[in-house]
């Protein structure tokens, strides 16, 4: 494991080591947003039968142009089994979704016509052959490709394969996640805070954020700084999960204890520090196929680690793509940093320019809760001037 490595080192360190979860077979309802681990194939054919895409009159085109005037013989609403043969002079009487009757190939809409006792006159001197009528498998036939593997389910694709029959789908899961949360300081909002605590506030953020991509089975933990009950809680949370996220205790202080509960959980670590700012101390390693993310303890480093190195992580565990979205737009103001080191600043996009607002410290979220964006001025970059293109990564609303 080298150490200080760069951020899209990082990015290729995750996509090289992460693959998709294991697939497992849901019922359709409960597949919503998660992707396709296989191809679907349609089990038969949409729509099975002739259908009538109006509510009007359906006939033989031949027998209309051969008799004119057509004779109505009987009603076909939607829904209806009786097999129906319809006589070359005769039309009958049809309801959108019905199934055509055996010998009518044409149905005209019920405002083009006139109806006479039992006597039907067409109106409509454009209608054409077949038309109103959806033919048989014109959408799907069976056993052809429905869906391909890596399809998100959409609400549409769901309702799509539920008209299909289709009762349950292999898909790529969502991970279950741990937050674990580390620090003698930390105290439980609600609670009276003592001389020297701070509120806990990174596992709100996370499970937050995590809920916004609509990964919800997250457990949550919070240990002092022992490094035996760290080592235990850590254990328990890889038995338990695919992900776990570790929140402080992250850099090299006498109270940083989650590099040593890593290792002793058998973590083989990946990468500890990356070249910006904020979140420098990002720890990442892997127990098998279970990632663990130690993240800083600072609000603003581990949302920062969080959507730039944990999401591509779990987009890659589902499938899904829930990377931000990059552009490149011009800032609207200059600045000045050292070179050597990324800085993500927070940043609000007004559509055109992006600006850095104040307060960029990791410890404080205010201007985080007002951020839009955030701007990435590169390592080797040491001046940015007004107009200047920059990286932005937009934030979720």
């Not at 010998?103 to 006159?121: F, I, N, P, R, Y």
């Not at 454009?126 to 498998?137: I, K």
Request: aromatic share 6%; hydrophobic share 45%.
């Amino acid at each position: 494991m080298r150490t200080m490595i760069g951020t899209e080192e990082a990015g290729a360190i995750i996509a090289a080591h992460v693959q998709p979860l294991e697939a497992v077979v849901l019922p359709l309802a409960d597949a919503a947003r998660l992707v396709l681990a296989e191809d679907v194939m349609a089990p038969l054919r949409i729509p099975a039968f002739p259908q009538s895409s109006m509510d009007g009159y359906a006939f033989s085109f031949a027998g209309w142009q051969a008799h004119n005037t057509l004779h109505i013989d009987g009603v076909v609403p939607a829904g209806s089994n009786e097999q129906i043969q319809l006589q070359p002079q005769t039309a009958t009487r049809i309801f959108t979704g019905a199934p055509v009757p055996h010998g009518a190939d044409t149905v005209v809409m019920q405002e083009k016509v006139h109806v006479e006792g039992s006597m039907l006159h067409i109106l409509d001197a454009q209608l054409q052959l077949g038309a109103n009528v959806r033919p048989a498998g014109s959408e799907m036939e069976a056993g052809e490709l429905a869906l391909p593997k890596g399809s998100p389910l959409s609400a549409a694709a769901v309702g799509f394969l539920a008209g299909l029959g289709i009762t349950q789908v292999p898909v790529v899961p969502n991970p279950t996640i741990t937050i674990i949360v580390t620090g003698n300081e930390l105290q439980q909002p609600g609670r009276p805070l003592a001389y020297g605590q701070v509120y806990e506030s990174n596992s709100f953020a996370l499970t937050t954020a995590l809920s916004s991509v609509h990964i919800t089975n997250v457990a949550g933990r919070q240990v002092h700084d022992d490094p035996a009950a760290l080592a235990n809680v850590l254990g328990a949370a890889l038995n338990e999960s695919d992900v776990v996220l570790l929140t402080g205790g992250v850099s090299v202080g006498d109270y940083d204890f989650v590099i040593g509960a890593a290792t002793q959980n058998g973590v083989t670590p990946l990468f500890h520090k990356i070249k910006q700012r904020p979140g420098k101390p990002l720890f990442m390693g892997m127990q098998g196929k279970k990632l663990v993310f130690g993240l800083p303890g600072n609000p603003s480093s581990v949302l920062t680690c969080f959507y730039l190195y944990v999401l591509p992580a779990l987009s890659r565990l589902t499938g899904r793509g829930l990377t931000l979205k990059k552009l490149q737009v011009p800032l609207r103001k200059p600045y000045k940093k050292a070179a050597g080191i990324t800085h993500f600043l927070k940043g609000a996009w007004d559509g055109q320019t992006a600006i850095p607002l104040n307060a960029q410290e990791s410890y404080k979220m205010r201007s985080f809760a007002q951020a839009n964006c955030l701007i990435q001025v590169d390592e080797n970059i040491e001046t940015c001037v007004e107009d200047d293109l920059v990286t932005i990564h937009l934030l979720p609303v």
